[in-house]
């Protein structure tokens, strides 16, 4: 394990320093890594934000997100003293001047303090249309100014099309340089997501197989069993496309079908990704509705308890087409995954959470068995069960050549004790570090664009086209089951993951 490996002071800042992110994640996450050992000695957190309010309180509420949220649980006092003891709130309106001159007088300060100059990051928690501003404001007062020393962090979502996407990239690219800039996508800093990359790369016997000769298909499916809940306002403008598809859901498809970079090095990691985004075929007006199902949840039951429909969710207009399920059928056209369907889905309000990467490989040609032989298959299950299982034939023990299938199964749990680090404490370790391997580069982020643009515009065409209903609580609508149906017999029971089973 990695400790305090940065030995540079280091100076953070959070922008929208009383949103939900700062408190559900952020701070756990920064306060994780601080009880961890993984945070240098010396730092200090600045959060930034519009509303005035005294420091304990501010405190107080932070500490409450810790006990709330983080993964190691209620906070030792002490040592959420001492953390605390380094954070400070800064209250400014981002519209001015003055709140950047206030910034950079602190950043300045500690430099003179500490005698040194250390390690700046900038964390833009904030809605979107904040990060031109302020970027601008760092830009302005030459707060962010050194390549090597200095990062900002955006979050997702980037752009809201290919346009405003390659707009907002020249705006920063004129102010920052692009390793400066950390976009962050969180599923990739997630474990069990960054372990299909060792799981690829490190276990050279999967290699062979990795191709259309032994794979007949990929699902990569993340369900969820929350609603839009209080994110009405936001996700009414968004949808599933854009929320999870763009970026989390391409981002693992990029993983499973990227090649492997000569080398574990930033660059050669998102090139190779970069390139997987550059294959995938592009949908034609038909092909969407052909290959795309979008839906959207009505009123039902999840566990038993009622649960509103989506037009009936806070800041949700109540004739919205707004798509709360997607599931998509993509192919790469390479030499590796020509004819490979990649069928993504992803859902809220769906009966519980589940997120799995299903290869499905072929059946085998040698039929000498008389009974029938199910077709071996690979399943990473990232949350919330992290597990990878292998289906393979057996014989049942006893007289008779009778098979059954069965599975081999790794999983976190079993195989180690810890408690495994959230995907914002890798992320931002990896930002004080200067590691960009886990970050979206401009490149990805326009190329994922691109993929999703052919739909975005086809629905905006046709807003209530093939916009299929599903009942909070089921598996999203009956349609979506004629994308995977031809493929649907070959699956095997699993009952882990429900999903994956629904038979025609
Ligand atoms: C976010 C989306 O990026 O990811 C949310 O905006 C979604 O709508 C969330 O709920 C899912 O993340 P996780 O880590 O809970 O699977």
């Known amino acids: 394990m990695k400790k305090h490996k940065i030995h540079s002071p280091v100076f953070i800042t959070i922008f929208g320093a009383s949103g939900d992110l700062t408190r559900r994640k952020l701070i756990p996450a920064l306060y994780n890594l601080f009880i961890e050992h993984q945070l240098p000695v010396i730092f200090e957190i600045y959060c930034v934000d519009f509303m005035a309010t005294e420091l304990a309180a501010f405190k107080k509420n932070l500490l409450d997100g810790v006990n709330e949220f983080s993964r190691t649980g209620v906070a030792e006092i002490t040592l959420w003293n001492e953390f605390s003891s380094k954070l400070f709130y800064l209250q400014g309106d981002f519209l001015e001047g003055s709140t950047f001159s206030k910034l950079r007088e602190h950043a300045d300060n500690y430099d003179i303090q500490n005698q040194r100059r250390g390690i700046r990051m900038f964390y833009f928690a904030t809605a979107p249309r904040f ?65 299909i990359m060792a799981f690829r790369f490190a276990n050279y016997v999967f290699e062979p197989l990795w191709n259309n000769k032994y ?77 795309v199902v979008r839906g959207q949840y009505t009123a039902g039951a999840i566990n038993g308890k009622p649960s509103p429909g989506y037009r009936q969710e806070e800041q ?35 009966p519980k959470q589940v997120s799995v990467i299903v290869i499905q490989f072929k059946d085998s040609p040698n039929k000498i068995f008389k009974t029938d032989v199910v077709p071996n298959r690979l399943v990473i299950s990232i949350q919330p069960e992290l597990e990878i299982s292998l289906l ?32 914002y404490e890798a992320l931002l370790l990896d930002v ?8 979206m580069r401009a490149d990805q982020v326009e190329e994922a664009w691109k993929v999703v643009m052919p739909i975005l515009n086809a629905w905006s065409k046709y807003p209530k086209k ?25 699956w095997f029971q699993l009952p882990r993951y429900e999903r994956l089973v629904e038979k025609s």
């Open 131 to 195: 990060i031109e501003t302020i970027a601008d404001g760092l830009y302005k007062n030459k707060i962010c100014m050194r390549p090597l020393l200095d990062r900002i962090v955006i979050e997702k979502p980037f752009g809201t099309n290919l346009e405003t996407a390659k707009k907002l990239n020249i705006f920063l690219a004129k102010r920052f340089y692009e390793k400066q800039i950390y976009r962050i996508d969180h599923y990739l800093g997630k474990e069990t997501v960054q372990n």
């Open 215 to 291: 794979i007949d298909h990929v699902q990569i499916s993340v369900g969820e069993q929350v609603g839009v809940g209080k994110r009405g306002g936001y996700y009414d403008g968004s949808g599933a496309l854009r929320d999870m598809i763009q970026n989390h859901l391409l981002q693992l498809l990029c993983i499973v079908a990227m090649d492997a970079p000569s080398a574990y090095k930033a660059e050669l990691i998102r090139d190779a990704k970069t390139k997987v985004l550059k294959n995938i075929r592009v949908l034609g007006e038909k092909d969407v509705f052909k290959s």
């Open 316 to 350: 949700v207009a109540p004739g919205s087409t707004t798509e709360t399920f997607v599931a998509a059928k993509f192919f790469v056209d390479n030499k590796r995954w020509r004819d490979v369907p990649f069928i993504l889905t992803t859902g809220k309000s769906l």
């Open 392 to 423: 393979f034939e057996s014989k049942v023990p006893g007289l008779e050549m009778k098979l059954q299938a069965v599975d081999m199964d790794f999983t976190y749990q079993e195989a180690y004790s810890e408690s495994l680090p959230e995907a």
């Open 432 to 439: 004080l570090e200067g590691d960009p391997t886990l970050f």
């Open 466 to 490: 093939k916009l299929h209903f599903y009942k909070a609580g089921t598996w999203g609508p009956s349609e979506a089951l004629a994308l995977i149906k031809p493929y649907a017999n070959k």
